[in-house]
């Protein structure tokens, strides 16, 4: 009622969740209390595609604009419903779709590789980026941090989370026309404001986040944090990273629905790189 009276896109997040929530089984609506962005529609809140319909012919209803079913294929988030829906009624241009990865993927472009690499699965939009990681209580630092009372290391924490950031600009940094940044041209610099508010142990699974403060080439910060369930564990105010250009290489030519192979002398795969932590 308020958003019918003013127009006023403030309003717009609690109306997508209240709609939402309407077609949420009565035993997953306790997930949306806290409006966390991060919730998928399929996956956390059992939502298909019939239903995403119902869900949408309501929101047209309530909020009284029209949505095009094309533009229906990438919401996989709350966080992407609220972000869509805020660029419809505001008039913006809709936002790049989220990427999910999964650790297939992770691992295929992530300079960091096991068994330091903290990120299970991740989700990189031009926004920010999502993770997950399951402390498996099998790390190899876990032996000796602590004795008898395996305990995950703030500072593996905050590699973690700088891993996200350089997954992001890997993926989803918003880059000059012809360039890509390089894998093997992100160091981890430094980070400020941090603290830690719980202890993270075998069996937690960290959701981790992070969004850009600043990029200029050839630094980029970000915030982060980390939590388990609705828990704080690490904050981080700024995790700087630095970065350089290199050039984009052409995509592989496509014949008869084929992938062609690179002339020889022209692979675009980047040498491995460890990531120098300087927290």
């Known amino acids: 009622m308020q958003f019918r009276k003013t127009g006023n896109a403030d309003h717009m997040p609690a109306v997508v969740i209240g709609v939402i929530e309407r077609f949420v089984e009565p035993d997953l609506r306790a997930k949306l209390k806290d409006a966390d962005d991060d919730l998928r529609l399929i996956e956390d809140l059992g939502i298909d595609s019939l239903t995403m319909m119902e869900i ?3 929101v047209e209803d309530v909020l009284q604009l029209t949505i095009n079913n094309d533009e229906l294929r990438n919401l996989r988030t709350v966080g992407d419903v609220k972000t869509f829906i805020d660029c419809k ?32 699965e991740a989700s990189v939009s031009s926004t920010g980026a999502n993770g997950k990681y399951k402390i498996t209580g ?38 000059e026309p012809g360039k890509a940044i390089g894998a093997n041209t992100i160091y981890f610099t430094g980070c400020e404001g941090v603290r830690a508010h719980r202890m993270c142990k075998p069996g937690d699974i960290l959701t981790l986040s992070i969004k850009p403060k600043r990029m200029k080439i050839p630094l980029a910060t970000f915030e982060g944090a980390i939590r388990v369930g609705q828990e704080k564990a690490v904050i981080a105010e700024d995790i700087t990273l630095t970065f350089a250009y290199v050039e984009s290489a052409a995509a592989p030519a496509m014949i008869n629905g084929a992938v062609q192979p690179m002339p020889e002398g022209d692979s675009a795969a980047s040498p491995p790189l460890r990531v120098a932590f300087n927290a």
């Open 138 to 175: 099998q790390e190899f630092f876990l032996q000796g941090h602590f004795k008898d009372n395996p305990v995950m290391p703030a500072s593996i924490m905050l590699e973690a989370l700088g891993q996200l950031a350089v997954l992001f600009l890997l993926e989803g940094a918003s880059l």
């Open 56 to 58: 949408v012919i309501l």
């Open 89 to 120: 009624i505001r008039g913006l241009p809709l936002p790049r779709p989220t990427k999910f990865l999964p650790i297939e993927h992770i691992g295929a472009v992530m300079p960091v590789q096991p068994p330091f690499l903290f990120l299970n």
